[in-house]
């Protein structure tokens, strides 16, 4: 990351917790940064879990800032769609954890969260990762080929949900890597598609009449 440009602000919390929850503490700390040094805009960058917090802070920011200054949203191998294991979490263990709930493929919060399309003004990058690479072929519709992405995944997150298809057809851009869950902070590729996602953001703001979108 270019320090000289970007100044990175981390959103530590506390992981059991109700996803809803975390978003919006997310969005009120955004909030509260923003009040006190006023950058032109933000761009949130987020990993694993810490996708679907960023998607409930985008969407608590959407509704309850007046002019939105959250101007990037990138998601980097995120169980977009879900755990398989929060289900079983939530049907069977003895305690459950609040944020398998909402982990869970078919929670409420899951279903709302892409309910509606984002605002021109914000754009949306998914980054996904598989230790194996997929078959080309299905990459271009997750929908049509569910079944044969269900055997790929990067240690951690399956690719069927680091692809939903609601969250793929809310992004301007998708990008894949062969590269495990952690290593996708570490793979240069990646790196380098994030580096140049911000650089590129940035550039088409700056430019007076054009909309500030990466996919552009």
Known sequence: MDRERYQPWVFYYPSALRLGLLGDYLNLAIARLHARHRPE?????????GGLVAWSAVRAHQAKTPEPYVALLVTMASPLGGMGGASAGV???????????????RSDFLAQ????????????ALLH?????????ALTSPR??????????????KLTSQLHVPAVARADTRYGFVTTHMGVLRDASSLATLNGL???????AARPGEPARPGD
């Open 129 to 137: 990762a598989s230790e194996e690479p997929p078959p080309e072929d």
């Open 41 to 49: 805009r933000v761009f949130i960058v987020a990993h694993s879990m």
């Open 144 to 157: 049509d080929y569910a079944e044969v992405l269900d055997g790929f995944g990067d240690g951690t997150v």
């Open 113 to 124: 969260l892409y309910n509606r399309p984002l605002p021109d003004s914000l754009g949306y």
């Open 91 to 105: 049907d069977h263990a003895p305690v459950v954890m609040p944020c398998w709930i909402d982990l869970d493929p």
């Open 198 to 204: 911000l650089d590129k953001h940035t550039a088409a």
